[in-house]
């Protein structure tokens, strides 16, 4: 025979802590957390929030880039548009990208 036989062999390897085993798990999840999950949520409640509060009389931007006056707020999630003269277009709320509301009057101090 070639080989001897081993007769001190080692003993057997200690299992690994499942504990550190998911830490980069975690520590990945907690990271997207903090830098994607959470700003996209914040983005999202703040633009639900702004499409709830449109209203009549209010300066509008599309997501295609128009500007147009909300003439009138219809039921559900949509709203009529002026984009020129004569020219009005049923818009669904979510399109809208930005909110710019009517100046308020300037106050007479005199």
Do not use: C, W
Request: charged share 20%; net charge positive; no cysteine.
């Amino acid at each position: 025979m070639f080989f001897s036989p081993a007769y001190a062999q080692a003993a057997g390897v200690a299992a690994p802590n499942p504990l550190l085993q998911l830490a980069p798990f975690i520590l990945v999840f907690v990271f997207f957390y903090f830098l994607i999950i959470r700003p996209q949520n914040q983005a999202r409640k703040k633009h639900m929030e702004m499409i709830a509060n449109v209203r009549k009389g209010d300066v509008v931007v599309t997501s295609g880039g128009m500007i147009g006056k909300v003439t009138k707020v219809l039921d559900g999630d949509e709203v009529m548009v002026e984009l020129a003269d004569n020219v009005v277009v049923k818009i669904v709320k979510s399109t809208l990208t930005d909110v710019r509301t009517k100046p308020a009057p300037a106050a007479n101090d005199q």
